[in-house]
């Protein structure tokens, strides 16, 4: 039940917000957010005592599809940054203005409901439902409140990812037929079936499916709508796309394709391994030479995604733990760094590195704040990232001779990380002081925002044993 | 079948309203009443119907499974929704309004007899009574040139059709030594094919795709939609188009079934072009129009997918996808013809002035293009599971997901136009509050068709 209501509480109050006409849309969104952390909260709990809980009723039997929900601990992580992420995006935008807020939040909490969805589908049908329902409202969100050039850019990136989608419903639709017996999407008989499938048929069907979730983490060199996309969406909604939207990729690489077509996984892991490095260095060096610090962010995460993936594919149970990790803290990293920037162009007008500085003179708790998160995005030891990355390049020392390698080139992501992010700090925070045009410290919205986010850092730093816990079922099941 | 015989002569009595009545409205009501009623009809026939065996009727002219009832209440049906939303504009093209009504009983009659044929000839029948009116809609604008010429030219390319698929029955007359379908089951088998009978079947392959707008017998769909009046390009585009997809699948999965291996190849090759060249089209369409024009060649061209798959799924795809199909097209026409300007730029604005007609057409937009939860995405799904099941084809099924991403650009367009791009749109009627509710009600139908598809089968 509880797993239903994650879904219901922001779907029905996203429909519901359509219909307030006034400001007192954000008190619903809050309170709706606030509601499906508690639930989440709850269902993280009950899955860090091993309980994996599971709602299941009929829905189109002609199919073999039925409305099924599952959560363990991969889906609670993910459903708890979802829950954590939307409150503070909330929090943080309570006293910015918006056009129509009723059908801006109303989009955003329906967007909720999509990412819910995907995170808790143990059937593969509603799943690809809820992988589609996540991205029209963000399709809306974009185009209509985005920055200049929003039409095309959205466009694009709307059609990359559906190109992406509906390679994966083939894939989809080909394993439900392979099902024994009856039809069935449900996971359990998708991996069944998939196993079963002879080699040659798991490679060209492994490629099938991956090339959706490559374009949404994103992987060199389907990346291509991603800068754009982060660039000229609101914040908000920046938010949404690099801290839950890329982990709808990487969740269902380890969902719906690892345990399904193993063989497959094996045969392109080279591929993938070679693209994700490509893709961690090019991302970094690309951000180095970024003015916009929305547009470095954007490449910063490209990269971060990048080593995941590639750490994802190495088979080692270490390494598993932490993409695990990695998934939520990247999640909170770069929503604090989103909230942050927002709060800068809010005050200065600009994103442009060159005409900011002196930050921590003129706004010194933001500063503070800027610079805690960004140590943590870059990986500082006490910091989530750190044991997040550490147990990510242990587990690059894999099994597969070229690792050593990999493990060297993927390490320059980090170094070239440092470059561009400590760039990043140095020329906002320090140098020469710019007058604000709105003057002002955190809010005490904004700070409570950055509160929930640091103290997270902080904590998953100091002791990150309950999310190791939570996620070690899974990702044990994932390395056999 | 008391639906074909209500069907004839409600389409009497309408001819003969127009002599007693002289208002538009009231003919326009009688009608709408008429079509209620032949509903209530259609339904009396499928639940009168034993449900086990097919009833034949008339010499083994027809015969009716419950399937083909169904099928026949679901096109009454949505000739009804039809007529609710658009009789005003139907009321508007010119002064034949009773005539008008009368020929698309006409057009149900060709209908019923496509759904139920057992007989060549009940074939024959069926697809001219479906045509003749059908070319007389498309020219009822009489003093516009582009009506006539539409007009003229479906009927020339129609006739010429005609005209092949009456070859290819004699042809396979010429083999079989019989009309009937179910004799063609016992006596064409796949190793002793006499090769008439072959050339037979490519005839009527080509007067089929020239029927359902496939490529490369596509040609003249453009033109006769763009240039008909909008209220029935919106009828021939959705309802007479899937009646004959309903006839072509009939007759090739019943009669033709055990001679798939020499015709599936066809219908593979033509099915990839009509996607492609549908698809590919439409991306340069500056009229909404003429965008559906091409957007119902390409639709074709996924319709086309059951008939490739000679299995049972193949049935429930075609029936889910004419009802889908159907629904969000006559939506998305009944939106269009509100306004004065029929280009995407007509468009820009429409959710700000609008917002009911803008979103509404939002949802047919996302139905035609194939998005879950509605009932579009449940057709494109039931018919590629139809040929997934069939195996062998992976090929056709990536190349058909890929043109319906193609297809996304084109649809798409329109709701950038309404919600993401400022105007002022021409509306060239009112929009009652009438028009809204079964605006409201044609959406409803079309997320109920893609969250419970079975509610169709």
């Known amino acids: ?480 | 079948m008391k639906a074909l015989i209500a069907a004839t002569v409600f389409g009497v009595i309408m001819m003969f309203s127009g002599i007693v009545m002289h208002n538009r409205k009231s003919i326009a009501t009688l009608a709408v009443a008429l079509f209620a009623v032949l509903t209530g009809i259609s339904v009396w026939d499928l639940i009168s119907a034993p449900c086990d065996a097919p009833q034949l009727l008339f010499n083994n002219m027809l015969r009716l499974e419950n399937l083909s009832l169904w099928f026949c209440v679901l096109m009454t049906a949505a000739t009804l929704l039809y007529v609710m939303l658009l009789h005003k504009e139907i009321e508007n093209v010119g002064s034949h309004v009773a005539e008008y009504f009368a020929l698309i009983f006409f057009i149900l009659t060709g209908i019923y007899l496509l759904a139920t044929f057992n007989n060549m000839l009940m074939l024959f029948i069926g697809i001219e009574i479906l045509s003749i009116p059908q070319y007389i809609l498309a020219g009822s604008d009489k003093y516009n040139l582009k009506s006539s010429e539409a007009s003229l030219k479906y009927f020339l390319m129609g006739a010429f059709s005609t005209g092949i698929m009456l070859m290819g029955i004699t042809l396979v007359y010429g083999a079989a030594h019989s009309f009937n379908i179910m004799d063609f089951v016992s006596m064409l088998h796949s190793e002793s094919l006499n090769p008439m009978a072959l050339a037979g079947i490519l005839f009527i392959i080509m007067a089929f795709s020239f029927k359902v707008s496939a490529a490369p017998m596509h040609m003249w769909t453009p033109d006769v939609y763009d240039g008909a009046p909008t209220p029935f390009t919106a009828f021939m585009a959705t309802i007479g188009k899937a009646a004959a997809f309903f006839a072509f699948l009939r007759l090739f999965h019943v009669a033709f079934a055990n001679l798939s291996s020499h015709w599936t190849t066809i219908i593979a090759i033509i099915t990839a072009a009509t996607l492609f060249i549908g698809n590919i089209t439409a991306v340069f369409q500056q009229s909404v129009k003429r965008m559906l024009a091409y957007s119902s060649i390409a639709q074709a061209g996924f319709m086309l997918f059951a008939v490739l798959a000679v299995n049972a799924a193949a049935w429930h795809g075609i029936i889910i996808y004419a009802a889908a199909y159907s629904v969000a097209t006559i939506g998305l026409f009944s939106v269009l013809v509100k306004l004065k300007d029929y280009t995407y730029d007509g468009f820009n604005g429409l959710a700000k002035k609008e917002p009911m007609l803008a979103f509404s057409a939002a949802i047919f937009v996302f139905s035609l293009a194939g998005i879950p939860l509605t009932g579009g995405f449940m057709a494109k799904y039931y018919v590629l599971l139809a040929v997934m099941q069939q195996g062998h084809q992976m090929w056709l099924i990536i190349f058909a997901l890929l043109m319906a991403a193609v297809s996304v650009y084109y649809y798409f367009r329109v709701i950038a136009a309404m919600y993401f791009k400022a105007g002022d749109p021409q509306i060239a009627s009112p929009v009652t509050l009438g028009d809204k509710l079964l605006l409201g009600l044609t959406c409803l139908i079309v997320l109920l068709l893609g969250i419970a598809p079975q509610l169709v089968m």
């Open chain 1, 1 to 480: 039940m509880n797993l239903l209501l994650l879904i219901l509480i922001p779907l029905l109050s996203g429909i519901f917000s359509f219909g307030i006409r006034e400001e007192g849309v954000k008190i619903l969104a809050l309170v709706s957010t606030l509601a499906t952390l508690v639930v989440s909260g709850l269902l993280a709990f009950s899955c860090g005592c091993n309980m994996a809980t599971t709602f299941s009723m009929p829905w189109i039997p002609d199919l073999g599809t039925r409305f099924s929900l599952m959560g363990d601990g991969m889906s609670a992580m993910l459903c708890l940054l979802t829950g954590i992420v939307m409150l503070v995006v909330m929090l943080v935008n309570n006293n910015k203005h918006v056009d129509r807020p009723n059908a801006f939040y109303g989009h955003m909490l329906l967007a909720q409901a999509g990412l819910m969805g995907v995170f808790l589908a143990n059937d593969a049908l509603l799943f690809y439902f809820f992988w589609e329902l996540a991205l029209i409202p963000v399709y809306f969100l974009c185009s209509q409140w985005g920055g200049e050039k929003r039409i095309p850019v959205t466009f694009k990136f709307f059609i990359y990812t559906f190109v992406g989608s509906l390679l994966m419903l083939a894939g989809l639709i080909y394993l439900s037929v392979q099902t024994p017996g009856l039809r069935s999407f449900a996971w359990q008989d998708i991996i069944h079936a998939g196993s079963q499938l002879p080699a040659a048929t798991q490679h060209w069907l492994f490629a099938l499916m991956f090339v959706a979730f490559a374009i949404k983490m994103p992987i060199f060199p389907f990346h291509t709508w991603q800068p754009d996309t982060y660039e000229v969406s609101p914040t908000p909604v920046t938010i949404i796309l690099s801290a839950l939207m890329v982990k709808m990729g990487l969740y269902a690489v380890l969902r719906w394709v690892l345990p399904v077509l193993p063989e497959g996984a094996i045969y392109w892991t080279d591929t993938i391994i070679v693209l994700s490095v490509i893709g961690i260095v090019y991302a970094s060096c690309l951000a180095i030479v970024q003015t916009d610090i929305k547009r470095l962010v954007a490449y910063s995460s490209i990269a971060h995604m990048g080593l995941m993936a590639a750490v994802a594919f190495m088979n080692s149970k270490v390494g598993m733990h932490g993409v695990m990790l990695q998934m939520f803290n990247h999640g909170i990293n770069i929503t604090g760094i989103w909230v942050i920037i927002s709060m800068i162009e809010n005050r200065w007008g600009t994103r442009d590195m060159r005409q900011l500085g002196g930050m921590a003179t003129s706004a010194p708790k933001m500063a503070i704040a800027f610079v805690v998160i960004s140590l943590a995005s870059v990986a500082l030891p006490l910091t989530n990232g750190f044991v997040g990355e550490f147990m990510m390049f242990n587990g690059l020392f894999g099994t597969s001779s070229c690792s050593h390698i990999v493990m060297v080139i993927a390490g320059l992501g980090v170094i070239l990380g440092a470059v561009y992010t400590l760039n990043m700090i140095q020329k906002t925070t320090y140098g020469e002081v710019v007058a604000m045009n709105i003057k002002g410290d955190l809010a005490f919205n904004e700070f409570a925002g950055l509160f929930i986010i640091i103290g997270i850092i902080i904590f998953l730093g100091v002791y990150p044993q309950p999310m190791l816990d939570l996620t070690s079922a899974v990702s044990s099941m994932l390395i056999k």
